[in-house]
Nanobody, 123 residues
Framework: VQLQASGGGLVQAGGSLRLSCAAS????????LGWFRQAPGKDREFVAA????????YYTDSVKGRFTISRDNAKNTVYLQMNSLNPEDTALYYC?????????????????WGQGTLVTVSS
């Protein structure tokens, strides 16, 4: 399975971006999907995840109320709508496919990773 993330860019604080991640195979429709990010000099951290049916979502506390994860299984695509961005959101954002259908926040529960898309938020 290959994951292709897109939608990153440069945005001013308070702005919005929508990230997309397309999976190459339909098998992704039966798996949880997630987004992680890695800021310069920091470890990779969990951002959001969604169950294969789309009925369960998890978010890290710092993005709750600002970010929304969603998926379109017909398109094998997961999205991350990011609103009210701030400079602390600057990072390389990765999408990942879960090992199973259940949602997890742990990176070891994801086995396929996209190449990352860079989000830069200026103050």
């Amino acid at each position: 399975v290959q994951l292709q993330a897109s939608g990153g860019g440069l945005v001013q604080a308070g702005g919005s971006l929508r990230l997309s991640c397309a999976a190459s195979k339909r098998t992704a429709s039966n798996n949880a999907l997630g987004w992680f990010r890695q800021a310069p000099g920091k470890d990779r951290e969990f951002v959001a995840a969604i169950s294969w049916r789309g009925d369960i979502t998890y978010y890290t506390d710092s993005v709750k109320g600002r970010f929304t994860i969603s998926r379109d299984n017909a398109k094998n695509t997961v999205y991350l709508q990011m609103n009210s961005l701030n400079p602390e959101d600057t990072a390389l954002y990765y999408c990942a496919q879960g090992r199973g259908s259940q949602v997890s926040t742990r990176p070891e529960q994801f086995h396929y990773w996209g190449q990352g898309t860079l989000v830069t938020v200026s103050s």
